[in-house]
């Protein structure tokens, strides 16, 4: 028998022993959990579900949480003055075997139900974006203790000391607080590690 799952916006056709890369779930190493979204069971008597096949559920084993290979996204804006961005992205993935597939009574099994750690592919790209934007600006100015004059900093000029300021980042504390995935997130502005350097000794005193 084998059956066609649904797990983090991806279709899955499995059968016992299987191992599968899945979207990042909501589960230790070693633990039970049972997939409950079925699109189909097949065998001697296949059943299609509409959507879902009601009560049945594929249960496995999580062997260990892991990463995706990395990718890497470069970006060259045209008449940016050469404005170039490169960033890498390791995607989390869970890596489960398939112990059992449950034609009925899935509903009653007692195991946990697989569910991703973060909702995925369910919000269009253009709705993230704003998210990590004021993830960033939220989070750097945590550091600040008041506004500083970054037009200090060797290559900032007014302007960009604007764009620093409407990302949230005021002083030389909130801009060397700042990680290496919130600078990703800053489109205003191009954030050169040198930036962050000066802003760290000065931030020191």
Sequence with gaps: MFAVLKTGGKQYKVQAGDVLRVEKLAADAGEKVQFNDVLMLGGDAPVVGAPFV?????????IEQIKGDK???FVKRRRKHSSKRTVGHRQKLTLVKITDILSSGADKSGIKAATGSAPAGEVAPAAKKPAKKAEAKAEA??????????????GV???????????????????????????????TV????????????????
């Design 54 to 62: 009601e009560g049945a559920g594929v249960q496995a084993e999580v």
């Design 190 to 205: 191009k954030v050169k590690p040198e930036w962050v350097e000066q802003a760290k000794e000065l931030a020191k005193g």
């Design 157 to 187: 000029g007014p302007a960009a000391a604007k764009k620093l300021n409407e990302a949230g980042i005021e002083s030389f504390a909130a801009l060397a607080a700042l990680s290496d995935e919130q600078i990703a997130a800053i489109e």
């Design 141 to 154: 100015p945590a550091a600040a203790a008041a506004a500083d004059d970054l037009t200090a900093l060797t």
């Design 71 to 73: 990718v890497i996204k």
